[in-house]
T-cell receptor, first 114, second 109 residues
Framework: NAGVMQNPRHLVRRRGQEARLRCSPM?????VYWYRQLPEEGLKFMVY????????ESGMPKERFSAEFPKEGPSILRIQQVVRGDSAAYFC????????????FGEGSRLTVL | DQQVKQNSPSLSVQEGRISILNCDYT??????FLWYKKYPAEGPTFLIS?????DKNEDGRFTVFLNKSAKHLSLHIVPSQPGDSAVYFC????????FGTGTSLTVIP
């Protein structure tokens, strides 16, 4: 399967723990986007990364959230000291980088904070 | 600040009739527009797109219309089928992609 792979699909954390969500883009794609979908809401942009670079992180909360896309390996969205309000579905998407290409989404990672 | 808006959270249509989903945007720099379809517990899947240099793009039962002066985008599905029941997101892009809040379409058999 050459699609966007996200893991874990489901993650349960207690308040104060750390959550790490991983995303492997489609083969040949060097651009990764992270979105969050809260219950009853749409897809909220969080961050846009290229290999080893953060291009736009205007949607990321200022504290506790970070993202990286290293030269080797998947992109990681890291949430430190999780709170109940972080419970959401986190979707990763990738694109080949052309300005007019579409995004290809993964199945999402559902984070539940107890 | 919601740059892409879908003001109808839900829509119900009889099978065989036309479904019209609407989307408005505020940023005149957007130059590429897309529609995605999403089933529960799955990631969004790409449906159809349109560049700002066009005003219409058609793909089978799906047609997207773009009115740049009104900053308005619409998706027409005709004829609607029960399998079309899903949440539809519109998206707009300048550098990165902004999504609307979605419209849940129910096609009644």
């Amino acid at each position: 399967n050459a699609g966007v792979m996200q893991n874990p699909r489901h993650l349960v954390r207690r308040r104060g723990q750390e959550a790490r969500l991983r995303c492997s883009p489609m083969k040949g794609h060097s651009h990764v986007y992270w979105y969050r979908q809260l219950p009853e809401e749409g897809l909220k942009f969080m961050v846009y990364l290229q290999k080893e670079n953060i291009i736009d992180e205007s949607g990321m909360p200022k504290e506790r959230f970070s993202a990286e896309f290293p030269k080797e390996g998947p992109s990681i969205l890291r949430i430190q000291q999780v709170v109940r309000g972080d419970s959401a579905a986190y979707f990763c998407a990738s694109s080949p980088g052309t300005l007019s290409g579409e995004l290809f989404f993964g199945e999402g990672s559902r984070l539940t904070v107890l | 600040d919601q740059q892409v808006k879908q003001n109808s959270p839900s829509l119900s249509v009889q099978e065989g009739r036309i479904s019209i989903l609407n989307c408005d945007y505020t940023n005149s720099m957007f130059d590429y527009f897309l529609w995605y379809k999403k089933y529960p517990a799955e990631g969004p899947t790409f449906l159809i797109s349109i560049s700002s240099i066009k005003d219409k793009n058609e793909d089978g039962r799906f047609t997207v219309f773009l009115n740049k002066s009104a900053k308005h985008l619409s998706l027409h599905i005709v004829p609607s089928q029960p399998g079309d029941s899903a949440v539809y997101f519109c998206a707009a892009s300048a550098v990165q992609f902004y999504f609307g809040t979605g419209t849940s379409l129910t096609v009644i058999p």
